[in-house]
Nanobody
Framework: QVQLVESGGELVQAGDSLRLSCVAS????????VAWFRQAPGKEREFVAA????????YYADSVKGRFAISRDNAKNTAYLQMSSLKPEDTAVYYC???????????????????WGQGTQVTVSS
């Protein structure tokens, strides 16, 4: 049984940095594409960042490019989202997701991912 558990979300000030963690169990994380999505109140879930399978190839939403960085520690079966220069519009629940069957052309689509964490709240005050 695949389980993803996110942590690290909190209330921060604009301009601050924050690192989210996603610990996986029941899956060899290194073989899967792992992604972060976020959902703000009243909005659809949107793609934030992804790390393609067992590579260092990363993909980002334009809104976070240059500010966020996704990484993975295979020994700890954990993925991270390092966020810097946070803005109030980054406020959302952040979700970790993974799946073995993600195709590269659809890496930003939430429908590609069958396994999701419960989410962690990030709030950025101005």
């Amino acid at each position: 049984q695949v389980q993803l558990v996110e942590s690290g979300g909190e209330l921060v000030q604009a301009g601050d940095s924050l690192r989210l963690s996603c610990v996986a169990s029941g899956v060899t994380f290194s073989r899967y594409t792992v992604a972060w999505f976020r959902q703000a109140p009243g909005k659809e879930r949107e793609f934030v960042a992804a790390l393609w399978r067992n590579t260092r190839n990363t993909y980002y939403a334009d809104s976070v490019k240059g500010r966020f960085a996704i990484s993975r520690d295979n020994a700890k079966n954990t993925a991270y989202l390092q966020m810097s220069s946070l803005k109030p519009e980054d406020t959302a629940v952040y979700y970790c997701a993974t799946d073995p069957g993600v195709i590269l052309s659809s890496i930003k689509s939430p429908t590609m991912y069958d396994y999701w964490g419960q989410g962690t709240q990030v709030t950025v005050s101005s």
